[in-house]
């Protein structure tokens, strides 16, 4: 039975309410109108969890809507080692080439990066600051060998919701300089924090890209620059810089390009923001070169599109990443509507297989909705064969955002026992295949007798 079908309507009536397309952000979910692992952090966690049974399997779609036709390669696939495979459960999603030989790369990918006002408050007032709101799950984050995620507003110091320069009131939140819906803009620190969390790279394309219009993209770039934070999606006013960026582990070289299908109505002048729809062919043709550019061996695209508040794809979603994919993506993770939608595997013409995520969420938000304040990390490891980068497995840890008074903590469901109803969300959409326990290491293909990806747990902050 697919997720859709364990996911009844009145469930989804009751958890979902789906606004209008482009504008919300907001905590109530009301739209405005337009206007290997890296080393641990010596941070402390909450407290140690209790254990807890899987939820039973749910199936995970495998396909597109209508696979093509597979074509021959122009050239001989290469030989590769595969060693003997397990038995998995039904539910499992796997890829081709789990078990083969050579260098691999694992990502983890968490949702947007959404900074209500409670949030900022908090932040600022704790000495570990942002890194606060996600520390129990930030060894998660350091375990992969590159951390993505999308920074939902900008950094943009002395800078009020107009574009205007004024007065910067420092690490507080003013509401005036330092704002959240509908315009985010944070504290500078929150660079570094991302970095001194174990992020590698941001997409820095989405609807709230133009909250301080165009100095407010600049003033961003800058403090990533200056943080050595990789970003992809947006550029200076002058043009400057690449849309994409590279991240480089292992060995493996992966190009990273974001784009957004919309500015909530603030005009992009400048073109500072990489449209999905807008500039469709420019970004195909870019995913294209890059695929075939020496240096570069995978490609990750990361749309910031889809309806708000909806737990499916829509099919605009679906031929936009089907294109990506035949244009050379390895890979397409989604994000946008505030809540997870599925994830499939998508087989090209030229017979490679493409891992397309639709949306992972709120990673840290003030939206108390059960589907708004459930995630995941996600794990996805790609292996280098001596012809091409493939997608080796994927793997999933369920987060939901904690409220306790008026703090808020992104933690891993399964170590500290609970929530029940959050867990069962993402294993009746993800099923319990590719689940991974939060502290038995990371291994994204269990099927392998002879397992390359698996590695020891990270200690614990």
């Known amino acids: 039975m697919s997720w ?14 789906a606004g209008p397309l482009n504008f919300g952000c907001d905590p109530a979910g009301q739209n405005p109108q337009p206007p290997a692992g890296k080393a641990p952090s010596p941070e402390p966690r909450p407290p140690q969890p209790l254990a807890q049974e899987p939820a039973p399997a749910a199936s995970a779609p495998v396909a597109n ?23 998995l459960p039904d539910d499992y999603l796997g890829f081709d080439h789990a078990c083969a030989e050579g260098p691999q790369v694992t990502i983890a990918a968490i949702g947007d990066i959404l900074l209500h006002q409670e949030l900022q408050r908090q932040a600022h007032a704790s000495k570990l600051g942002h890194r606060v709101l996600w520390q129990g799950v930030e060894d998660l984050l350091r375990q992969a060998d590159i951390t993505y995620g999308n920074l939902e507003g900008v950094m943009a110091a002395g800078v009020d919701r107009k574009g205007n320069l004024v007065p ?8 005036k300089v330092y704002t959240a819906y509908p315009k985010f803009n944070y504290h500078p620190r929150l660079a570094g924090e991302l970095v001194a969390s174990g992020f590698d790279v941001v997409s820095t394309a989405n609807n709230h890209s133009l909250d301080r219009r165009a100095i407010g993209v600049d003033k961003t770039i800058a403090e990533l620059k200056k943080a050595k934070l990789r970003f992809t999606g947006t550029r200076t006013q002058t043009g400057e810089g690449e849309w994409w960026t590279k991240t480089t582990a292992n060995g493996i070289n992966i190009a990273w390009l974001a784009c957004t299908i919309t500015t909530n109505q603030i005009p992009d002048d400048l073109h500072q923001v ?8 420019e970004i195909v043709g870019l995913v294209r070169k890059l695929a075939r550019r020496k240096g570069i061996d995978a490609v990750v695209v990361t749309p910031h599109w889809g309806r708000q508040y909806t737990p499916e794809p829509r099919n ?11 244009a050379g993506a390895t890979a397409v993770i989604g994000s946008h509507p505030h809540v997870t939608q599925p994830w499939e595997r998508y087989r090209t013409k030229d017979d490679r297989e493409v891992f397309i995520h639709y949306s992972l969420g709120n990673f840290v938000s003030h939206q ?25 497995g994927v793997g999933y840890v369920p987060v939901h955002v904690r409220q306790q008074d008026e703090v808020f903590f992104a933690e891993a469901i399964d170590r500290v026992g609970g929530p029940a109803d959050a867990r069962e969300l993402l294993t009746q959409m993800y099923g319990t295949g590719n689940l991974l326990a939060a502290d038995a290491g990371l291994n994204t293909t269990p099927q392998c007798a002879k397992n390359q990806h698996s590695q020891a747990p990270a200690q614990q902050p």
């Not at 859709?4 to 309410?17: D, E, F, K, N």
């Not at 597979?70 to 038995?87: G, L």
């Not at 990489?274 to 062919?281: F, Y």
Request: charged fraction near 25%; aromatic fraction near 6%.
């Open 316 to 326: 605009k979603q679906k031929k936009f990443a089907y294109k990506l994919a035949e």
């Open 4 to 17: 859709r079908g364990l996911l009844t309507a009145g469930t989804w009536l009751s958890l979902v309410v």
């Open 65 to 87: 809507e209508q696979p093509p036709t597979p074509q021959a390669s122009e050239q001989p696939p290469a030989q590769i080692n595969v060693p003997a495979k397990k038995p």
């Open 168 to 175: 910067d009131p420092g690490r507080t939140y003013d509401g």
């Open 274 to 281: 990489l449209h999905c729809h807008k500039d469709t062919e």
């Open 368 to 392: 108390p909705e059960l589907p708004r304040r459930t995630t995941l990390i996600l794990y996805v490891t790609f292996r280098r064969l001596p012809d091409r980068t493939v997608v080796a």
